[in-house]
């Protein structure tokens, strides 16, 4: 999979130019276009103002997202760099939906808008609307620091989280063609503990020998594909044995694949991938399952 144009859907206050310049390394991936999207939401300059929508507000918070946005474009100009640039009023998800849709990007990043918990039990998450609306990969991005407080590039040691699904198979595609900016992939499962319940010891060895022996089939087809990749096998609770296994390897980003079906069931149980998108440090990859059409 090629990336050559993302979306880098930013408020500023949570999501700056450093953010970006760490993805500079996918162009290597054949990325060449970047597009920048601030949406101003009503409901917010309302709110901050404590009175209702003033079209005044509006103008200033373009103009100070359109200064910061020249200043970006022109450093990206200076790499060969094509930009493109949205500041538009409304809805975050359904803009995000609308520029998807008409620049035909291959990847979104985005902050952590975070929500509430009353929030997202009355209309869910952001993330979860987006996979469920879109066929694009979405970024979910924090920041990570290195040595010397530089930011980390996300793709360079990723950590892929799979549990056999179409939904993970389809995460394993997208990061096959990124052999030019990816160091070492680590390739994760996990066994929750109810699946070895009632199992004898020999059926517990032959169980970890068979998710063994997948998890090193698709390290085989990475390194034919010239990535270096690690199999690791997990027992334990899924959300907590990811989190851990990524900072026992400084991973530098999670990657699951996502169906975005079942919103409401999230919004009540929650899910593996929308709990890592929303409370993980890493940054989370989520690459949804299938196409689908932004009317869904």
Known sequence: MKIKKLLFATKLEELWFDALQSLMDLRKADLNHVVFLNVIERDKVAMRRGTGYQKGEEIKLREMVN??????????????????????????????????????????????HKKTKIEILFSGSDITELLRRT?????VYKYILDAGDK????????????????ASHKAAEYLSGLKNVIKTIRVVHIAGDK?????????????????RKKLEEVCETF?????????????????????????????????????????????????????????????????????KASSN
């Open 223 to 291: 390194e034919s594909q010239g990535i270096n990749a690690e199999p690791h096998f997990y027992i334990g609770d899924t959300t907590d044995v990811i989190e851990k296994a990524a900072q026992e390897f400084r991973a530098s980003m999670i990657v699951m694949g996502a169906t975005g079906k079942g919103a409401l069931r999230e919004r009540f149980l929650g899910s593996v991938p929308m709990e890592l998108a929303e409370k993980s440090a890493f940054p989370t990859l989520l690459v949804p399952s299938e196409d």
């Open 67 to 112: 200064v910061r946005f020249i200043d970006w474009a022109e450093t990206l100009f200076e790499q060969g760099m094509e930009v493109g640039a949205y500041i538009v009023v409304g809805n975050l998800v359904q803009q995000i939906i609308t520029a998807v849709e008409k620049e035909e990007v291959d990847l979104i990043v985005m902050g952590h």
């Open 151 to 166: 930011v980390r590039s996300p793709f360079e040691n990723p950590l892929l989280a799979t549990d056999w699904s179409p």
């Open 135 to 139: 066929s694009a990969p979405i970024l």
């Open 195 to 211: 699946q070895l319940n009632g199992l004898s010891a020999m059926e517990v060895q032959k169980f970890r020998k068979g998710n």
